[in-house]
């Protein structure tokens, strides 16, 4: 089902389905064999039998239990981990009893518990550092494609001028230090060919550094291409993917994403700074043992570390804790909660002591509005939810088209070529236009800044200058002149061109995300329909939706502000966010008291985009790429039952299943080698069905191979024992092998009559790669994670209707392996079901209910 290893260069726009392997642990079945007959009453030998004595001098056997072989108990590329067990080797780490501990074992403890908060706080400082640099480093180069200044080529303009005593007020960008190539180079500053130069330019470095950034993610590390937050979103649901976030997809990605926000494509730098501090995170858990050899303890920390990365974009230290539960963790408990707000909050502080900005802010969009809204607004406030919600479904659909676009055909084959057409055809088209020519972090704050006295921007020059009606800074509603008309057709053309370009950019093979953008659409619109309202208000204060409250010469509508609304909703639209999108946009802003309109807005988007579609952006990019990932949020509507979507179907052979003790070396071997999947049920016998286990591919493999190595005697007529004792043999016979040791002894099983959505909830709640299928304790078939993903597309029938019994729906619990106390608490806190049966095979020693 997955490869390896994915070299290949164009990993970002290819889908995992097309990538087959057969080691995947999706695929664990293999029909061959005769049907097992359900109808059989004959009695079965028990399921473990004491044979005692030892093996009469024959060589000691090697039990995988004593010692463990190196690289059992580990994952293959492109894997699912098994969350029961990396949860029950983190219990097995702390010693049992409460005997008297000496004071080491104490030191031990104390520094076990303390370096949670130590990693923390060192993914903080890291990704706070990158971020800094980062920000700074694409304002310069940004900045670079217009001019250079005189005084250190490193300054960007703003920088530039800060120093300069000659800038006047209706120019304050323009100052004798900073130089734009027209100048340097012809040494005209206006004209038609100073205008030709400075185009050429602009292109030129725009397609420099777009060539840079593919090329470099190309040649090096090709997961360093994309956001990044669907990737991230897999891996948390206990996926893995090696290299994903390895040190050379940081430093690629860390580079190549200055370089593609320098370029002027229509992507922003928000979700690859998330992909970023999860590489940060994940680099850091090699400093520590626990997380170092815990696929489950690294996924917390994981976690923590999305919630610094959208800390460090956006400057909302809250927001991206809220971010990470609402949007992206699969597993958050309680202390990961506690130590993502704590390295959210080390980010914070640590961007804010860079102070990339240059305004000794934290946030990126300062907003200081002077008007409060008024309850009437909501209706403006909700028709800009309804436009978000519909530009997020129209955005959804037509980048989902444009991606398999290419990956069906040629287009696909030639990412650098589509990277600099397009890069291209963005600069061509966005120089002209001032509002697209600039970065789109400059666009959203002039759209979010609410005119005053101090303002020299063409969106507020309106016809007269009144003064204000009080003191203070706000200026009364007045009519609009010639130049902020004008402002609203470049406007409107600027939101075409934005609503078209990030269609076709987002999902190139270089680093792009997809917030920035999204709400930049917003707050174009947003402000077209601030001023559309304030204009309303001027010329027609007597209608009844102004009267009391709107009068002649006061300041009634704030455009900022329904920019700012029309940006959250927009954003809201594409990617589903509800609770975190409204606390990262008043972090972002500044401005608390406009969570009502936000809210308003936030919420009819999330409502309308769901009616024209059910997922996300990331969801849908998920689903593009044939991730395994089960979205929580989904609800399950088939009405069907674990026996109608179990494999074998009726009629077809049973699974491939190892015995306790019928089976040699060789006939392992041979099933091995016959078969690409990745796990094997353990049957009594053939006969019987009886499930005593379940073996992975990877641990049998290994194991063999091991004892090939270091028990003398094993060849391949030896006969492989998975049970507790191992009888007596024969003198002459080769050495046996016991396995019972790499035997997973409580594979999580149900009955055939459980409803499919209980069992999709349990693959939900506790990550699971397959579940065995029982019958009154014999083995009926096997639920892969492979098989709950095809239930989406697939409306199921059940064959028949089933005959309901005592246990019908109960969840087993196989007691054989005798189940701690903590991972069963475990279980079924986070699966909610008020009831559950312990068992050994057949035989019920009771039940439990919560």
Same mark, same amino acid.
């Given at each position: 089902f997955y490869p390896?290893?994915?070299e290949?260069?164009?990993?970002?726009g290819?889908s995992?389905s097309?990538?087959?392997?057969?080691?995947?642990?999706e695929?664990?079945?293999e029909v061959?064999g005769p049907t097992?007959d359900?109808s059989?009453?004959?009695?079965?030998?028990?399921?473990e +039998?004491?044979?005692?004595?030892?093996?009469n001098?024959l060589p000691?056997?090697?039990d995988?239990?004593e010692?463990p072989?190196p690289?059992?108990?580990?994952?293959?590329?492109?894997?699912?981990?098994?969350?029961?067990?990396e949860?029950s080797?983190?219990?097995?780490?702390?010693?049992?009893?409460?005997?008297?501990?000496?004071t080491?074992?104490?030191?031990?403890g104390?520094s076990d518990a303390f370096s949670?908060w130590?990693?923390?706080l060192?993914?903080?400082?890291?990704s706070?550092?990158l971020?800094?640099?980062?920000?700074?480093?694409?304002?310069?180069?940004?900045?670079l494609?217009?001019?250079?200044?005189l005084?250190g080529f490193?300054?960007?303009?703003?920088?530039c001028c800060?120093?300069s005593?000659?800038?006047?007020?209706q120019?304050?960008d323009?100052c004798p230090?900073?130089k734009s190539w027209?100048e340097l180079?012809?040494g005209q500053?206006?004209?038609?060919?100073a205008y030709?130069?400075?185009?050429?330019?602009?292109?030129?470095w725009a397609?420099?550094?777009a060539?840079l950034a593919v090329?470099?993610?190309?040649?090096?590390? @090709?997961y360093?291409?994309g956001s990044?937050i669907p990737?991230?979103?897999?891996i948390l649901?206990g996926?893995?993917?090696?290299?994903?976030?390895?040190?050379?997809?940081?430093?690629?990605?860390?580079i190549t994403?200055v370089?593609a926000v320098?370029?002027?494509?229509?992507?922003?730098?928000?979700?690859?700074?998330?992909?970023?501090?999860?590489?940060?995170?994940n680099?850091?858990c090699?400093?520590?043992t626990?997380?170092r050899k815990?696929?489950?303890?690294?996924?917390?920390v994981?976690s923590a570390?999305a919630?610094?990365?959208v800390s460090?974009?956006?400057?909302?230290p809250?927001?991206?804790?809220?971010?990470?539960?609402?949007?992206?963790?699969?597993?958050?408990?309680l202390?990961?909660?506690?130590?993502?707000?704590?390295?959210?909050?080390v980010?914070a502080?640590?961007l804010r002591?860079?102070?990339p900005?240059?305004n000794?802010r934290?946030?990126l969009f300062?907003v200081?509005f002077h008007?409060?809204w008024h309850?009437?607004e909501?209706?403006?406030f909700?028709?800009?939810?309804i436009?978000?919600g519909a530009?997020?479904?129209?955005?959804i659909r037509?980048n989902?088209?444009?991606?398999r676009r290419?990956k069906?055909?040629?287009?696909?084959?030639?990412?650098?070529?589509?990277?600099?057409?397009?890069?291209a055809?963005?600069a061509?088209?966005?120089?002209?236009n001032g509002y697209?020519?600039?970065s789109?972090?400059e666009l959203i704050?002039?759209l979010?800044?609410d005119c005053? %006295?101090?303002d020299?921007?063409?969106?507020?020059t309106y016809?007269?200058?009144?003064? @204000?009606?009080?003191?203070g800074?706000a200026l009364?509603?007045?009519?609009?002149?010639a130049?902020v008309?004008?402002a609203?057709?470049?406007?409107a053309?600027?939101?075409?061109?934005?609503?078209?370009v990030?269609?076709?950019?987002?999902g190139?093979k270089v680093?792009?995300? !997809?917030?920035i953008p999204?709400m *930049?659409v917003?707050?174009i619109?947003?402000r077209l !329909?601030g001023v559309?309202v304030?204009?309303l208000?001027?010329y027609h204060h007597?209608?009844?939706?102004f009267?009391g409250w709107?009068?002649?010469g006061a300041?009634?509508?704030?455009p900022?502000?329904y *920019?700012?609304?029309?940006?959250?909703?927009?954003l809201g639209?594409?990617?589903r966010m509800?609770v975190s %999108?409204v606390?990262?946009?008043?972090?972002?802003?500044?401005?608390l008291?406009?969570?009502?309109? %936000?809210?308003a807005?936030?919420?009819t988007?999330?409502w309308v985009?769901?009616a024209?579609g059910?997922e996300g952006?990331?969801? *849908?990019?998920?689903?593009l790429n044939g991730?395994?990932?089960l979205?929580?949020k989904?609800?399950f509507?088939?009405?069907?039952?674990a026996?109608?979507v179990m494999r @074998?179907r009726?009629?077809?052979?049973p699974l491939s299943?190892?015995?306790?003790?019928g089976?040699?070396?060789?006939?392992?071997e041979?099933?091995i080698?016959?078969?690409?999947?990745s796990?094997?049920p353990?049957?009594?016998?053939?006969e019987?069905?009886?499930?005593m286990?379940f073996?992975?591919? +990877?641990? !049998?493999?290994?194991s063999?191979?091991? /004892?090939?190595k270091?028990?003398?005697?094993?060849?391949s007529?030896s006969r492989?024992f998975?049970?507790?004792?191992?009888?007596p043999?024969p *003198?002459?016979?080769?050495a046996?092998l016991?396995?019972r040791?790499?035997m997973d002894?409580?594979?999580f099983?149900?009955?055939?009559h459980?409803?499919?959505d209980?069992?999709v909830?349990?693959?939900?709640k506790l990550? !699971?790669?397959q579940c065995?299928v029982t019958?009154?304790?014999?083995?009926?078939?096997i639920?892969?994670?492979k098989?709950?993903l095809?239930?989406?597309p697939?409306?199921l029938?059940p064959g028949?209707?089933?005959?309901?019994h005592?246990?019908?729906g109960?969840a087993?619990? @196989? /007691?054989?392996?005798?189940?701690s106390?903590?991972?069963v608490?475990?279980m079924?806190?986070?699966?909610?079901?008020p009831?559950?049966?312990?068992?050994?095979?057949?035989?019920?020693?009771?039940?439990g209910?919560v």
């Amino acid at each position: 089902f997955y490869p390896g290893r994915m070299e290949n260069s164009g990993y970002c726009g290819e889908s995992f389905s097309s990538l087959q392997s057969g080691t995947s642990d999706e695929d664990m079945v293999e029909v061959s064999g005769p049907t097992v007959d359900l109808s059989s009453t004959d009695d079965v030998p028990p399921l473990e +039998r004491d044979y005692g004595g030892g093996l009469n001098g024959l060589p000691k056997l090697m039990d995988l239990l004593e010692e463990p072989v190196p690289g059992v108990g580990t994952y293959e590329d492109f894997n699912t981990i098994d969350w029961v067990r990396e949860k029950s080797k983190d219990r097995d780490r702390h010693p049992r009893g409460k005997s008297k501990e000496s004071t080491w074992a104490l030191v031990k403890g104390i520094s076990d518990a303390f370096s949670g908060w130590l990693l923390m706080l060192l993914i903080g400082l890291m990704s706070g550092a990158l971020a800094g640099g980062i920000d700074i480093s694409a304002h310069w180069m940004t900045d670079l494609k217009e001019g250079v200044c005189l005084n250190g080529f490193w300054f960007n303009h703003e920088h530039c001028c800060w120093s300069s005593n000659e800038t006047t007020f209706q120019e304050r960008d323009k100052c004798p230090q900073w130089k734009s190539w027209a100048e340097l180079i012809i040494g005209q500053s206006e004209g038609p060919f100073a205008y030709i130069m400075n185009y050429l330019l602009y292109v030129s470095w725009a397609l420099l550094f777009a060539f840079l950034a593919v090329s470099l993610v190309r040649a090096f590390a @090709p997961y360093a291409c994309g956001s990044g937050i669907p990737e991230i979103k897999t891996i948390l649901s206990g996926f893995i993917i090696r290299g994903y976030l390895g040190k050379w997809t940081l430093i690629i990605k860390t580079i190549t994403l200055v370089l593609a926000v320098s370029s002027g494509l229509s992507l922003g730098k928000e979700g690859p700074l998330v992909h970023v501090a999860c590489c940060c995170g994940n680099i850091l858990c090699h400093l520590f043992t626990k997380y170092r050899k815990n696929e489950a303890k690294r996924r917390e920390v994981l976690s923590a570390a999305a919630a610094v990365g959208v800390s460090v974009a956006f400057g909302a230290p809250i927001g991206g804790v809220l971010f990470s539960l609402e949007e992206v963790s699969y597993y958050f408990p309680l202390k990961t909660l506690w130590r993502s707000f704590f390295a959210a909050l080390v980010a914070a502080f640590t961007l804010r002591s860079i102070n990339p900005f240059g305004n000794s802010r934290l946030v990126l969009f300062y907003v200081e509005f002077h008007t409060p809204w008024h309850l009437l607004e909501l209706l403006p406030f909700v028709l800009l939810g309804i436009f978000g919600g519909a530009w997020g479904a129209f955005f959804i659909r037509a980048n989902i088209a444009w991606c398999r676009r290419r990956k069906s055909t040629r287009l696909g084959h030639y990412p650098v070529l589509e990277v600099l057409v397009v890069t291209a055809a963005t600069a061509v088209l966005a120089f002209p236009n001032g509002y697209t020519r600039m970065s789109t972090s400059e666009l959203i704050s002039e759209l979010f800044n609410d005119c005053g %006295l101090l303002d020299a921007s063409q969106l507020c020059t309106y016809a007269n200058g009144s003064e @204000p009606k009080s003191g203070g800074n706000a200026l009364p509603d007045r009519p609009a002149g010639a130049e902020v008309y004008s402002a609203m057709w470049q406007l409107a053309l600027a939101l075409l061109f934005k609503v078209l370009v990030t269609v076709v950019t987002f999902g190139m093979k270089v680093p792009s995300g !997809l917030f920035i953008p999204s709400m *930049a659409v917003g707050a174009i619109a947003g402000r077209l !329909l601030g001023v559309a309202v304030e204009q309303l208000a001027y010329y027609h204060h007597d209608w009844v939706i102004f009267r009391g409250w709107c009068s002649p010469g006061a300041d009634c509508i704030t455009p900022g502000l329904y *920019a700012m609304v029309g940006a959250a909703a927009c954003l809201g639209g594409v990617t589903r966010m509800t609770v975190s %999108l409204v606390v990262i946009m008043f972090e972002l802003t500044g401005g608390l008291e406009y969570i009502v309109p %936000l809210m308003a807005a936030t919420m009819t988007s999330k409502w309308v985009a769901d009616a024209m579609g059910r997922e996300g952006i990331y969801e *849908a990019h998920i689903r593009l790429n044939g991730y395994p990932f089960l979205e929580p949020k989904e609800e399950f509507s088939h009405k069907t039952l674990a026996m109608d979507v179990m494999r @074998p179907r009726r009629g077809d052979p049973p699974l491939s299943v190892l015995t306790r003790d019928g089976m040699t070396v060789e006939d392992v071997e041979g099933l091995i080698a016959d078969t690409t999947y990745s796990g094997f049920p353990v049957v009594v016998s053939h006969e019987s069905q009886r499930l005593m286990g379940f073996v992975l591919r +990877r641990d !049998l493999i290994i194991s063999i191979e091991n /004892a090939r190595k270091r028990q003398d005697g094993v060849v391949s007529s030896s006969r492989i024992f998975f049970a507790e004792y191992t009888p007596p043999q024969p *003198a002459s016979s080769p050495a046996p092998l016991k396995l019972r040791g790499i035997m997973d002894l409580s594979p999580f099983t149900v009955t055939d009559h459980t409803a499919m959505d209980i069992v999709v909830d349990i693959f939900r709640k506790l990550g !699971l790669r397959q579940c065995l299928v029982t019958h009154n304790g014999r083995l009926l078939g096997i639920i892969t994670k492979k098989d709950i993903l095809k239930l989406h597309p697939l409306q199921l029938r059940p064959g028949g209707h089933a005959r309901h019994h005592q246990l019908d729906g109960a969840a087993f619990i @196989p /007691a054989a392996s005798g189940r701690s106390t903590h991972t069963v608490t475990m279980m079924m806190r986070m699966v909610k079901m008020p009831l559950w049966t312990l068992s050994t095979g057949p035989r019920c020693f009771g039940r439990g209910s919560v």
